[in-house]
């Protein structure tokens, strides 16, 4: 056994979002968004039927929540507001939606939870999707204007900010692999899709600064962007094209979002090798200043899996699209079968060490990690009580990396789990469930904590963790 130690002012907490935990979709004047609009339009999409109409009931049992978050020793957690309930299709404050955060924002605190506030997670309201979305940059202006009036509305309250979670998703999942509505699968309208969100969130930390020194936001406040970076990785024995492939997938993927928060600028290896490949984006005269305000004060880093990758079999897709990469697959893999996603813990430590070598001013802290598990009722034991050792495992080796990590220099500041408490996972709905608390929904949502609560208690009070690995 080995006893690896946190620091002591490392924070734990809980990452969840505001369209995958509020429900109450249709009050208070909140909008459709296009979870919304895609349950209405094709509900058999989801998994068992359940579409973003409940989250998992956390607009009605959030007290319940914060008090289950703090008995887990937990001192912060992260949500996101809904655009689609804060703002009216004016673009102007929605009082109720506003009153809505005002009060769950005051019950965190209350219940001695830090709250850290997002303002995107994959959640466009639908109406500015019907003029475009993120192909409009008046929906970047929009964007911009929503986030204005949030600073303005929470500055006070809230301490850390963040602009967008995992910008890269929308582009992949809606506009590439085309698995969520709309369904495009373009790889150059994704990339124009990168380009605007990129205009968007440098847009909106303008807005913070403006907002910041006019005195509206705390004094000791911060700014910042959560992303799914992806360590990349490729064949033990690479050819030159393996490593071009690793080139443009960590570009795009990864140093795409890492060169815009620490230099305002995107990288310029990969601008270039698009434009040669025939994929242009949409600059205008301006943007380079604009983007030089994307500069941030710390980062999140969303890890689940790796990317291992290797040179394409084609050099362009069916579209007409250039490819830079075909997937990888590792022998050694191995797998969480139920989200089809690799485990890999050192990946975390291996990105941890990237950032601390090519951006060692930059502090950070793990925004995500966390295992989905189908079929979770299975491993109930005589009380009903789910014996989830893999959570227990998934965690403590990731943990074990990250102290390690903090022992050669990475700056990383906290880890935030996700989803403490079981919450609606998109199209895949409840089917796989990442929580230490499991909701029940055969019997109305209620909470009962899985046997990985008391383990994350112990780690999250003491800052200790003990593994068996020789990591
Ligand atoms: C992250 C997202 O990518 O992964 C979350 O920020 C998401 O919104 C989580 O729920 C787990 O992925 P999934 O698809 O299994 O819910």
Not at 17 to 28: D, I, K, Y
Not at 48 to 76: I, P, Q
Request: hydrophobic residues 35%; charged residues 25%; negative net charge.
């Amino acid at each position: 056994m080995q006893e690896l130690k946190l620091p002591k002012d490392f924070f734990f907490g809980a990452a969840m979002s505001g369209p995958q935990t509020e429900g109450a979709w249709r009050s208070g004047g909140k909008l459709e968004n296009l979870w919304d609009t895609w349950s209405n339009e094709a509900i058999d999409d989801f998994h068992d039927c359940v579409g973003s109409y409940a989250g998992n009931d956390f607009t009605k049992r959030h007290d319940e929540d914060f008090k289950l978050l703090r008995s887990m020793g937990l001192d912060t957690m992260r949500t996101s507001i809904q655009w689609s309930r804060f703002l009216d299709e004016n673009g102007d404050v929605n009082p109720e939606g506003e009153a809505y955060y005002h009060k769950l924002f005051s019950d965190a605190h209350d219940a001695g939870l830090e709250v850290f506030v997002n303002l995107y997670h994959f959640d466009m309201p639908t109406y500015l999707f019907r003029r475009g979305g993120w192909e409009n940059r008046e929906v970047v202006e929009a964007y911009a204007n929503y986030a204005a009036k949030a600073f303005r509305a929470f500055g006070k309250e809230i301490r850390c900010w963040f602009t967008f979670n995992e910008p890269i998703v929308e582009p992949e999942q809606r506009y590439t692999a085309g698995i969520w509505y709309p369904f495009i699968k373009n790889y150059n309208r994704a990339r124009a899709v990168q380009y605007n969100i990129s205009i968007a969130h440098s847009l909106a930390v303008r807005e913070y600064r403006v907002a910041k020194a006019a005195g509206l936001m705390m004094d000791d406040s911060r700014i910042g962007l959560i992303n799914c970076f992806t360590p990349p990785y490729t064949k033990e024995d690479p050819s030159p094209a393996d490593l071009e492939a690793v080139r443009m997938t960590d570009g795009v993927s990864n140093r795409w979002w890492l060169d815009i928060v620490t230099k305002g600028e995107l990288p310029s290896d990969v601008v270039e090798t698009l434009a040669e490949r025939g994929c242009e984006l949409p600059v205008r005269p301006g943007d380079d200043a604009i983007l030089r305000e994307g500069v941030v004060d710390w980062l999140g880093f969303n890890y689940y899996h790796p990317e291992r990758v290797q040179a394409p079999a084609h050099d362009v897709d069916e579209a007409g699209c250039p490819v830079f990469a075909d997937p990888y697959v590792w022998p050694d893999a191995v797998m969480n079968e139920s989200r089809g996603w690799e485990i890999y813990p050192k990946g975390i430590y291996d990105f941890g060490m990237k950032l601390a070598a090519d951006y060692p001013d930059l502090d950070w802290f793990v925004s995500e990690n966390g295992i989905g598990i189908e079929g979770e009722r299975a491993f109930k034991n005589s009380d009903g009580q789910i014996q989830d050792d893999y959570r227990i495992d998934f965690v403590r080796q990731h943990l074990a990396w990250v102290a390690r990590a903090i022992q050669e220099g990475a700056r990383c500041r906290g880890y935030h789990y996700w989803a403490v408490i079981d919450n609606w996972s998109w199209n895949n709905a409840f089917k796989n469930r990442y929580g230490f608390v499991e909701v029940d929904m055969q019997d109305g949502y209620a909470r009962r904590p899985k046997k990985s609560a008391s383990w994350l208690k112990q780690v999250a009070s003491s800052h200790v963790i003990m593994t068996e690995e020789e990591n």
